[in-house]
């Protein structure tokens, strides 16, 4: 039963799709709909041909032969599409305004078929669509006029039909409730067809939600939608910053295909991605294999340079799972540096979220110049962590740019009991007044 089910719902949607080939979208909907009236009238055509037949077919032959053909005229539509998105439209609402008129000229105003007009004239809207008002005003007017002249004109049954009351009242409970099914079906389709429009732009507008939420910070992503066109810039008193790649990459990339590079980056730097939101701290940016992160902004964080640390220190260990994967071990280098920076948006095409400064520099220099699976960092990371990790002294180092840097290597969390107290109430002291100046001007 399902199976032949399905066939009927595939021949029903080849049928109204028929001539709707190399139009847009939404000329395909319209056609499609066009379709769909064309086969519901056919359908509705066959009651008043059994009734023709059936009641009296020698007084009523002449409309059940005028009537007959309406089957296939109308099943016409779908072929007529192939000559423009809209001769089908004119054809089908053309048909529906002589056949009921010529009907309701055979058998007046008691048999009802002048209610028939009324659905032609408001099926204008769908078939020929709500860009097209011209012809949409043309096919109500007509059916307008047809329902005038049947109800004043066409009062009695023309005289050569001969029926008596009792087939006109059948008649009659057979137009009523068709002109009213379609009404309702009109009107039903065209509300479902805007709930449908109306559902598809929100699920749209979420999905660019998450789109700008997940590209930015959600503090400047609110910001940016409240104030749509202004530079979004802040000067943040601490952050600290973290850059990471990875050792000898190029070498390793040379000997893999496109597909596993892109595997393995992907792979990796979604596991730093979780890594970082686990620690509460935000993704920067990554640029080939290189990696940055950034804590204590855009919302001031206390304790953002013990964030940093946690972080690099599980992204250390991480890499591990990863090496012999592809036959290659995967070291990385990973440089810190805390201290005063300027963040914000840049670009209006593809926005960008970034931080720049002295600081940014010279974490960067410390990942440049650290050693494989190290995490090398500034005398100012060191002393906003001293009392949670422990760090090697590694010296000083001459710096590109920068001329001599004192250096350690963070090698790991302090044990739980050399930890000082008064570490806790560092980190749940109140920011500094300049962590979070907000520098904005017009666009």
């Known amino acids: 039963m399902l199976a032949r089910d399905n066939k009927i719902h595939r021949l029903w949607t080849a049928w109204i799709s028929l001539g709707t080939q190399g139009y847009d979208r939404q000329t ?70 002589c056949f ?22 408001t099926a204008g809207i769908l078939v020929f669509g709500v860009n097209n008002i011209t012809a949409t005003m043309v096919s109500m007017i007509l059916g307008f006029t047809g329902f005038v002249i049947a109800t004043t004109v066409f009062k009695t049954p023309a005289p050569f ?13 057979i137009s009523l409730p068709t002109s009213f099914i379609f009404i309702f079906g009109i009107v039903y389709f065209a509300n479902l067809q805007a709930k449908i429009s109306d559902d598809l732009l929100q699920a749209e507008f979420q999905r660019s939600e998450a789109l700008l939420y997940n590209v930015l910070p959600e503090s400047i992503a609110s910001e940016l939608k409240d104030r749509p066109g202004e530079t979004i810039a802040r000067f943040h008193g601490a952050v600290s910053i973290l850059f990471a790649d990875i050792v000898e990459f190029t070498p390793k990339a040379a000997r893999l295909s496109a597909a596993q590079i892109v595997e393995l980056l992907n792979a990796l730097f979604t596991e730093f ?7 509460g701290l935000e993704k920067i940016k990554t640029i ?90 500034t005398a100012a990371f060191r002393d906003l962590t001293k009392d949670v990790f422990a760090f090697e002294h590694r010296g000083i180092i001459d710096v590109k740019g920068k001329g001599n840097i004192e250096v350690w290597f963070l090698t790991g969390l302090l044990p739980e009991g050399q930890m000082i107290p008064a570490i806790i109430a560092r980190n749940t002291s109140t920011p500094s007044p300049l962590a979070d100046e907000v520098c904005t001007k017009t666009g």
Not at 273 to 279: G, I, N, Y
């Open 100 to 121: 009921a008129m010529t009907y309701n000229y055979y058998f007046g105003v008691d048999s009802g078929l002048q209610y028939l007009l009324l659905p032609g004239a």
């Open 273 to 279: 991605d979780d890594l970082t939101r686990k620690h």
């Open 288 to 377: 080939g294999d290189a990696f940055m992160a950034a804590g204590g902004m855009p919302v001031s964080q206390p304790d953002h340079a013990k964030r940093i640390g946690l972080l690099a220190l599980d992204m250390i260990s991480s890499v591990e799972q990863f090496s012999g994967v592809y036959g290659e071990k995967i070291m990385l280098r990973i440089g810190i540096n805390s201290g005063p920076a300027v963040a914000g948006v840049i670009g209006n095409q593809k926005l960008v979220y970034d931080v720049w400064g002295d600081t940014v520099n010279t974490a960067g220099r410390m990942e440049t110049y650290c050693l494989p699976q190290r995490i090398q960092v």
């Open 161 to 173: 039909i001969v029926v008596d009351g009792t087939f006109l009242q059948i008649m009659y409970m």
């Open 28 to 97: 395909q909907k319209r056609i499609m709909v066009t379709n769909t009236l064309t086969s519901l009238v056919s359908i509705f055509t066959i009651p008043y041909l059994f009734l023709y037949a059936f009641y009296d077919f020698e007084a009523l032959k002449i409309p059940l032969l005028t009537l007959s053909p309406q089957v296939f005229v109308f099943a016409l539509v779908p072929f007529l599409h192939r000559f423009g998105p809209n001769v089908g439209a004119w054809y089908l609402v053309t048909l529906w305004i």
